[in-house]
């Protein structure tokens, strides 16, 4: 089952700054002076989930659209688009945080309505995984499909109802929903759907009665003309577990023979790959011996020219008339023995020269026999490879020959048994229209009485035991022994009905009936959208002018700093919290702190200050 998470929440106006605040995964603080904004951030958030209307209020003049981001437990990101005012809402399958400059993904009504896709509530219980899911209506005991609303007004709490003296169960104020909303925490405790509940037939039932008696008769003659096997259902059920423990056996014997098959698939692009490696280094080795095979030449051939200049200067060192064959002196400018010297200096750099080309030869030769010896390895690899590969492809075929019998088994077995299934279904459609036809003939028995509050006792034991925990997490002053009851949806904590206490009292236990809610839902994996927004959950202070606060039990700070704590380090998912008063500095480091207009603080409001010109 999805959650949502709520990602942020924005306006958007013709020339106007974005106005938005962006929603922690966990606790989220929107806290700050009155007037501000913060109370109108719980009701956008309500409107954008189908809420009907959206007071407005003289900061948001200019503002016409409204974007809400939500995150799906899946993985998905969607944006919630709608103006205001507007009557349908845009789905855009992405985070969008300005004006759309692209169609919407899907366009809905606002409305719910239970024979359409096309509305918030239908495509949110979609993206949940709870559309469809069933609840009483009235005590006639006429069902109806759950609607988002339904879920909405209990997990979406404005300051009015987190203090009303109604139950925390009853969130419209109107009796004739009474049964409904019973109904929805009903599901949401034991999320079993209420069923279909059968009626009597009618006059018009009855006169038709016989017609379609004999209607009967006629399909169940034509679906017996259709069995073709001389068995009946329990021959017909032996044989099709037969040929499923058949199937079961050659499906293993073709998976175990098509996982060595991968294996050996596996090995031969390893040997493929490896011998493409090869075959490259061995283009690369005979590119390179081709070249040395020059350069050798190149080498030999210097050697040879240099020797030959050394026997020729030692033969011109003999001349010692006329101009130096060496540097060109002519007789005159000639000192004694200059010949015998020229030749001398000849033949040394001869043999300097003569000995560097041939230490760079005897390099070369080593680097071509080494390059050599590495086409040799290549060679013999490549052979290796050949063989190998031969080998793997004798594997291969082997594998093929081995399937094809277990294939031809698999189609013959799967035949067998989708020929027995459908016989036993026309059985079983026989069966069907036999009942039919003895339930047309007798009288039907009367309806049971619907019962929105016959909740299993386990389910309303188990959230009571949650909310006392949540309570006593809280240090909420008392025992905090909490009870339900189903038929009045009255939440007494320590024997006095919630309804009884004072303003403070009632708003911290429907906090904490929204939070144990969330918390038991989200462990047990039952229905819960995922998130919980409370706006003035915890009241530390009086208010004598209020004329039916004839008791009133304030919060103790140590209320409010456990409240904030048990949040934190046990997470229900997220909560969003609007309160009056400054939050306990502890919490500021893990979790999204928002000030409206206090000292300190970056924003005056959810709206930026409008211009004075």
């Given at each position: 089952m999805n959650r949502l998470t709520l990602v942020h929440l924005t306006f958007l106006g013709m020339g106007k700054p974005p106005a938005a605040v962006e929603f922690s995964p966990g606790l989220t603080v929107i806290y700050g002076a009155s007037d501000r904004g913060k109370s109108y951030v719980e009701e956008a958030v309500d409107y954008m989930l189908g809420a009907s209307e959206l007071k407005s209020i003289q900061e948001d003049e200019g503002y016409t659209r409204i974007l809400l981001g939500l995150r799906v437990s899946d993985g998905r990101t969607l944006t919630l688009s709608r103006a205001v005012g507007g009557d349908t809402i845009e789905v855009f399958n992405h985070d969008l945080r300005s004006a759309p400059s692209e169609p919407a993904d899907a366009t809905l009504a606002y409305k719910h309505h239970p024979k359409s896709q096309k509305n918030i509530s239908r495509y949110l219980l979609n993206v949940l995984g709870i559309d469809g899911r069933r609840i009483l209506q009235n005590s006639r005991g006429d069902v109806v499909p759950l609607n988002f609303r339904d879920l909405a007004r209990l997990v979406v709490v404005n300051d009015t109802r987190m203090a009303d003296q109604r139950s925390p169960v009853l969130g419209t104020r109107m009796p004739q929903n009474e049964t409904k909303e019973k109904s929805v925490f009903k599901l949401l405790l034991s999320g079993q759907d209420e069923p279909e509940r059968p009626t009597a037939?009618?006059?018009?039932?009855?006169?038709?009665?016989?017609?379609?008696?004999?209607?009967?008769?006629?399909?169940?003659?034509?679906?017996?003309?259709?069995?073709t096997l001389e068995a009946n259902q329990s021959q017909l059920r032996e044989q099709l577990a037969r040929v499923k423990s058949s199937l079961g056996e050659v499906t293993a014997a073709a998976g175990d023979i098509a996982a060595t098959r991968s294996s050996l698939l596996h090995r031969r692009r390893e040997l493929e790959t490896g011998d493409a490696d090869n075959q490259q280094r061995?283009?690369?080795?005979?590119?390179?011996?081709?070249?040395?095979?020059l350069l050798r030449e190149q080498y030999e051939s210097d050697l040879a020219r240099l020797q030959m200049v050394g026997e020729a200067g030692t033969l011109l060192g003999y001349f010692q008339t006329g101009t130096c064959v060496f540097c060109g002196a002519e007789r005159q400018h000639q000192h004694p023995e200059h010949h015998l010297a020229e030749t001398t200096q000849l033949a040394a750099a001869v043999s300097a020269e003569t000995r560097k080309t041939t230490d760079l030869h005897s390099d070369l030769i080593i680097m071509i026999e080494d390059?050599?010896?590495?086409?040799?390895?290549?060679?013999?690899?490549?052979?290796?490879?050949?063989?190998?590969?031969?080998?793997?492809?004798?594997?291969l075929r082997a594998l093929d020959q081995r399937m094809e019998p277990l294939n031809a088994d698999t189609t013959e077995l799967l035949a067998a048994r989708s020929r027995l299934e459908h016989e036993l279904a026309i059985h079983t459609q026989i069966e069907q229209l036999e009942d039919l036809k003895a339930s047309l003939s007798s009288a039907p028995p009367a309806p049971p009485t619907a019962r929105p509050d016959n909740i299993?006792?386990?389910?309303?034991?188990?959230?009571?035991?949650?909310?006392?925990?949540?309570?006593?997490?809280?240090?909420?002053?008392?025992?905090?022994?909490?009870?339900?009851?189903?038929?009045?949806?009255?939440?007494?904590?320590?024997?006095?009905?919630?309804?009884?206490?004072?303003?403070?009292?009632?708003?911290?236990?429907?906090?904490?009936?929204?939070v144990s809610l969330a918390r038991r839902n989200t462990a047990r994996g039952l229905i819960h959208p995922g998130f919980v927004v409370l706006d003035t959950p915890v009241l530390t202070y009086r208010r004598p002018e209020?004329?039916?606060?004839?008791?009133?039990?304030?919060?103790?700070?140590?209320?409010?700093?456990?409240?904030?704590?048990?949040?934190?380090?046990?997470?229900?998912?997220?909560?969003?919290?609007?309160?009056?008063?400054?939050?306990?500095?502890?919490?500021?480091?893990?979790?999204?702190?928002y000030a409206f207009s206090v000292d300190g603080s970056d924003r005056q409001g959810f709206f930026p200050p409008r211009d004075r010109h």
């Open positions: 037939p009618s006059k018009l039932e009855k006169q038709f009665g016989k017609g379609k008696i004999a209607v009967i008769d006629h399909l169940i003659d034509e679906n017996r003309e259709k069995l061995v283009g690369e080795v005979q590119q390179l011996l081709s070249r040395f095979a390059l050599e010896d590495q086409a040799a390895t290549l060679d013999v690899n490549r052979a290796l490879h050949a063989e190998q590969l031969a080998h793997n492809s004798e594997e299993p006792a386990a389910d309303i034991a188990d959230f009571e035991s949650t909310m006392h925990e949540t309570l006593e997490a809280w240090q909420v002053p008392g025992d905090n022994h909490v009870t339900y009851d189903p038929t009045s949806a009255e939440i007494s904590v320590d024997g006095r009905p919630r309804k009884s206490r004072g303003r403070g009292m009632r708003s911290i236990i429907h906090a904490a009936f929204a209020d004329p039916e606060e004839a008791q009133p039990e304030l919060m103790t700070h140590d209320v409010v700093e456990n409240f904030y704590r048990d949040l934190l380090d046990n997470p229900v998912g997220q909560v969003i919290v609007i309160e009056n008063l400054t939050p306990p500095e502890s919490i500021r480091s893990r979790a999204a702190v």
